[in-house]
T-cell receptor, first 116, second 111 residues
Framework: DAGVIQSPRHEVTEMGQEVTLRCKPI?????LFWYRQTMMRGLELLIYFNNNVPIDDSGMPEDRFSAKMPNASFSTLKIQPSEPRDSAVYFC??????????????FGPGTRLTVT | AQTVTQSQPEMSVQEAETVTLSCTYD???????LFWYKQPPSRQMILVIR??????QNATENRFSVNFQKAAKSFSLKISDSQLGDAAMYFCAFSAQKLVFGQGTRLTINP
């Protein structure tokens, strides 16, 4: 099992540019989560999907952020336009079970985003 | 709203000794789950241990065990026989409607 795969591992971009982060969950998992980690705010849940459907996006900071899950094996988190305060490590996680938030979540290695 | 508090930003322990990391949470939910995650310098988040609130028995996983006090809303992690590889950030997390993480405790193991 390859685990949760995220790409890219590192992204450096200029303010105003569009950024797309990608995630491939563990095969067979039915829930997918996007998190952001910063020193100031710690780990925050941005959005989660269950069976490819967005369930809770209340953690998405603003309209500049959007997430999609077109199929069970792929998800994207897009920031357009990016700002320096978006600099953070973005994690994707997946889990399996009838209750998405109560089962073990397996995290990807994260994408370190730097917006200059 | 649920909150998770880890009151120890940093802890250190001698190799082979035992250390306990503290975690308290606040919720009005009766059915929930608690987790401890480990984040080593590689930044990979690794699940250490999981506790269901309806279970009175404390969860154990090899050298890792928890002391779950539901009435006190406390969920501490005990690491026995500490090893150098245990050095990491440890995050306590609560899950009911949403997964909420504490701010983390950085654990250093002294050889």
């Amino acid at each position: 099992d390859a685990g949760v795969i995220q790409s890219p591992r590192h992204e450096v971009t200029e303010m105003g540019q569009e950024v797309t982060l990608r995630c491939k969950p563990i095969s067979g998992h039915n829930s997918l989560f996007w998190y952001r980690q910063t020193m100031m705010r710690g780990l925050e849940l941005l959005i989660y999907f269950n069976n490819n459907v967005p369930i809770d996006d209340s953690g998405m900071p603003e309209d500049r952020f959007s997430a999609k899950m077109p199929n069970a094996s792929f998800s994207t988190l897009k920031i357009q336009p990016s700002e320096p305060r978006d600099s953070a490590v973005y994690f994707c996680a997946s889990s399996f079970g009838p209750r998405a938030l109560t089962h073990e979540q397996y995290f990807g290695p994260g994408t370190r985003l730097t917006v200059t | 709203a649920q909150t998770v508090t880890q009151s120890q930003p940093e802890m250190s322990v001698q190799e082979a000794e035992t250390v306990t990391l503290s975690c308290t949470y606040d919720t009005s939910e009766s059915d929930y789950y608690l987790f401890w995650y480990k984040q080593p310098p590689s930044r990979q988040m690794i699940l250490v241990i999981r506790q269901e609130a309806y279970k009175q028995q404390n969860a154990t996983e090899n050298r890792f065990s928890v002391n779950f006090q539901k009435a006190a809303k406390s969920f501490s992690l005990k690491i026995s026989d500490s090893q150098l590889g245990d050095a990491a950030m440890y995050f306590c997390a609560f899950s009911a409607q949403k997964l909420v993480f504490g701010q983390g405790t950085r654990l250093t193991i002294n050889p």
